[in-house]
């Protein structure tokens, strides 16, 4: 059973530049869950996503950060016109349904780096 | 709003000693669940171990146990005979019965000496 793949898993990218960071979710998991960690930080929670619908992005930064987990595909998080601040390792996670009793399968995550 | 509080920035334990991390929250809620994670230098976030609030019982995962203690609101992980592969940060985590988030503590990094 493959895990939760996130790629890539380095990602650079200069000042402005678009940043898009992918996620399929373990098989049969509809359920999938975008995490930021800055450096010596913990993980926090940015969006939860179920197919085709985002169920609460209170966590997302209001600019320049979507997130989408279309029919067909993987999660995509999208960061337009890229700053120094938004460099951080970007995990996802999935679970089979959204019950808080159903553990949150993470991945390796993305570190993104900007110039 | 829920919060987690690991107040120790820094651990050290003897190859094959014994040690504890502390981990504080608060909440108002009455069902959640609390979870230890490890990050070793490769980034991973592995699960080491759960517990449902609702159980009095305290979790063991082999050499990892917990101290649940629900009124103090504290949850703390001894490691027992740590082994250099402990070397990792850890971090202790909440979720609400109700809730999709899991809010994490800002982490202990563990350092075992050989």
């Known amino acids: 059973n493959a895990g939760v793949m996130q790629n890539p898993r380095h990602l650079v990218r200069r000042r402005g530049q678009e940043a898009r960071l992918r996620c399929s979710p373990m098989?049969?998991?509809?359920?999938v869950y975008w995490y930021r960690q800055l450096p010596e930080e913990g993980l926090k929670f940015m969006v939860y996503?179920?197919?085709?619908?985002?169920?609460?992005e209170s966590g997302m930064p209001k600019e320049r950060f979507s997130a989408e987990f279309p029919k067909e595909g993987p999660s995509i998080l999208r960061i337009q016109q890229v700053v120094r601040g938004d460099s951080a390792a970007y995990f996802c996670?999935?679970?089979?349904?959204?019950?808080?009793?159903?553990?949150?399968?993470f991945g390796d995550g993305t570190r993104l780096s900007i110039l | 709003a829920q919060t987690v509080t690991q107040s120790q920035p820094e651990m050290s334990v003897q190859e094959a000693e014994t040690v504890t991390l502390s981990c504080t929250y608060d909440?108002?809620?009455?069902?959640?669940?609390l979870f230890w994670y490890k990050q070793p230098p490769s980034r991973q976030m592995i699960l080491v171990i759960r517990?449902?609030?609702?159980?009095?019982q305290n979790a063991t995962e082999n050499r990892f146990s917990v101290n649940f203690q629900k009124a103090a609101k504290s949850f703390s992980l001894k490691i027992s005979d740590s082994q250099l592969g402990d070397a990792a940060m850890y971090f202790c985590?909440?979720?609400?019965?109700?809730?999709?988030?899991?809010?994490f503590g800002k982490g202990t990094r563990l350092h075992i000496l050989p």
């Open positions: 098989k049969g998991h509809s359920h």
């Open positions: 517990q449902e609030a609702y159980k009095q």
């Open positions: 996670a999935s679970s089979i349904t959204a019950y808080s009793n159903q553990p949150q399968h």
């Open positions: 985590a909440y979720r609400s019965g109700g809730d999709d988030k899991i809010i």
């Open positions: 996503l179920q197919k085709e619908n985002i169920i609460d």
């Open positions: 909440t108002s809620e009455s069902d959640y669940y």
